[in-house]
Every structure is written in structure tokens, then in C-alpha cells.
């Protein structure tokens, strides 16, 4: 039972233009959203999250919106860049506490100049 | 520059054998994990703890054992009941049980 859910293994986008990942989550308790990015060979970092109660949240060329109706939250990178070529991970967080954040398999995206 | 320090980066062992995986961090965070991460999955909380001397099993901890003596350290060790102990396992901490996590590079682990 995946209770996040990303659909697309993968992803290639022009570099300069915008890059959509989406997630589908089935769990309304989740009170959070969080995006990590993974290169090759290292620990995931964390790039953004997004409360349940907003609609969008923005920090730089990332910017994450949330369609609590649809079930659906979705990252959009513009532009975007080579090194933005990794793999993303959505993840919910429910009950307030990091042992309770489940993640979906990820996008490998490519980002070619 | 503080971070987490996971080693080695490979591991080897023979089949039977169990194995502990080392991890510390020098952030001062109170909470520490360990995920599992199989080849197009996503990663698999296997434990956690809040507090020293204190910790919680997460959806796979069959076969898993860990300790958390020191605030600093949070070992993981692979005893030969995991049925499927290869993998690439990943540990992070937080400052907080709901702040972002903070991951270590990884140790993969073979077994044959």
C-alpha cells in the first residue's frame, strides 16, 4: 500500500526550461510535504516543504504547490539547470514526528544543456 | 564543518555474519534514523530515536538491531536474521522529531 505515490521513474527537460514532478499521496493525515533531492552515491538533501494548510510554497527557482482535493502536490524547478539532474523524492509527514514521514521511489530527472 | 559521518562507504560480508554499520553526527541533534534504499524504491525507515538511550522501530526493523548510548552516535547492526541485508542504508538525524532530516552519504552493503 504506497501511501505516496510517484508515478514518472523519470524525467528529461530541456535545460532553461521548466521541469514538473508530480506526487500523488492517498494518506489525508499528512500535515506535510517535504521534497528531497539525491545525487548519485550521497544521503538525500532537503529542498522544500509545504505545509497541508497552503496551497504553494516558493524558495528561489523551486516552488511547490498542493491540491489537497486531488490528493496531488507537484514541484516545478524554473529553469532549469545540468546540476539539477538527480533524483527527487516526495515524502508526507504526519503526526508531527520524522518517524512517520513516508516517501515516495522518487523521479530521476535529467536535465540536458 | 559539522554533518553526519557514515562508514565505510562499501561494506562486504559473507552470508551468516552480522554486520554494524557506523554513524555519528557532530549537529547536536536530538533525533536519529536509519533508511533503507533498494534500487527503485523509495527509502524505508527501519529506526529511530528521539533521545538517548531511547528508540523506536520503523516499518522494517525485523532483523535489525540498534543503540543510541551517546547522543552523537545511533549504530545499526545487521544481524544474519535480515533476510535481504543488501542494500544501500542511509542514516540522517534532525533537530527536532519535525524538522527536515539530514542525511549521511550512505553505506551499501553486500552480502553473499
Known amino acids: 500500500d504506497q501511501q505516496v505515490k510517484q508515478n514518472s521513474p523519470s524525467l528529461s527537460v530541456q535545460e532553461g526550461r521548466i521541469s514538473i514532478l508530480n506526487c500523488d499521496y492517498t494518506?489525508?493525515?499528512?500535515?506535510?510535504f517535504l521534497w528531497y533531492k539525491k545525487y548519485p552515491a550521497e544521503g538525500p538533501t532537503f529542498l522544500i516543504s509545504i505545509s497541508s494548510i497552503k496551497d504553494k510554497n516558493e524558495d528561489g527557482r523551486f516552488t511547490v504547490f498542493l491540491n489537497k482535493s486531488a490528493k496531488h502536490l507537484s514541484l516545478h524547478i524554473v529553469p532549469s539547470q545540468p546540476g539539477d539532474s538527480a533524483v527527487y523524492f516526495c515524502?508526507?509527514?504526519?503526526?508531527?514526528?520524522?518517524?512517520?514521514?513516508?516517501f515516495g521511489k522518487g523521479t530521476k530527472l535529467s536535465v540536458k544543456p | 564543518d559539522g554533518g553526519i559521518t557514515q562508514s565505510p562507504k562499501y561494506l562486504f560480508r559473507k552470508e551468516g555474519q552480522n554486520v554494524t554499520l557506523s554513524c555519528e553526527q557532530n549537529l547536536n541533534h536530538d533525533a536519529m534514523y536509519w533508511y533503507r534504499q533498494d534500487p527503485g524504491q523509495g527509502l524505508r525507515l527501519i529506526y529511530y530515536s528521539q533521545i538517548v538511550n531511547d528508540f523506536q522501530k520503523g516499518d522494517i526493523a525485523e532483523g535489525y538491531s540498534v543503540s543510541r548510548e551517546k547522543k552523537e552516535s545511533f549504530p545499526l547492526t545487521v544481524t544474519s536474521a535480515q533476510k535481504n541485508p543488501t542494500a544501500f542504508y542511509l542514516c540522517?538525524?534532525?533537530?527536532?522529531?519535525?524538522?527536515?532530516?539530514?542525511f549521511g552519504n550512505g553505506t551499501r552493503l553486500t552480502v553473499t
Open positions: 515524502a508526507g509527514l504526519y503526526g508531527g514526528s520524522q518517524g512517520n514521514l513516508i
Open positions: 540522517a538525524s534532525s533537530i527536532a522529531a519535525n524538522s527536515p532530516l539530514h
Open positions: 494518506n489525508s493525515m499528512f500535515d506535510y
